[in-house]
Nanobody
């Protein structure tokens, strides 16, 4: 398996929380940086959270609401999302940073209703 597998998405109301997970494989375990990306309908895919070693960074749109961490047991990552907003509606993916086209998975859909 060379693709990340994302899970944990769903449909929620604005203000609620979700926890996303992505699982990688030992074949890609040496990735130093893992990022969470999202793509909303009609928009380009964007990086929203990044973990590099023990350092994290976030896009302005999610800063203070999202938290990224590593899942070392599954060679992947978690994305804790709180205070969700309608603009957070998108398909969420994880990948290396910069992304490797081989690693893109199917993503997980997050839908936030206002």
């Amino acid at each position: 398996q060379m693709q990340f597998v994302e899970s944990g998405g769903g449909s929620v109301q604005a203000g609620e929380s979700l926890r996303l997970s992505c699982a990688g494989s030992p074949k890609i375990v040496r990735i130093h940086s893992i990022g969470w990306y999202r793509q909303a309908p009609g928009k380009q895919r964007e990086l929203v959270a990044l973990i590099r070693g023990s350092s994290t960074s976030y896009s302005d749109s999610v800063k203070g609401r999202f938290t990224i961490s590593r899942d070392n047991a599954k060679y992947g990552s978690f994305l804790e999302m709180s205070s969700l907003e309608a603009d957070d509606t998108a398909v969420y993916y994880c990948n290396a940073s910069p992304p490797n086209r081989i690693y893109w998975g199917q993503g997980t859909q997050v839908t936030v209703s206002s």
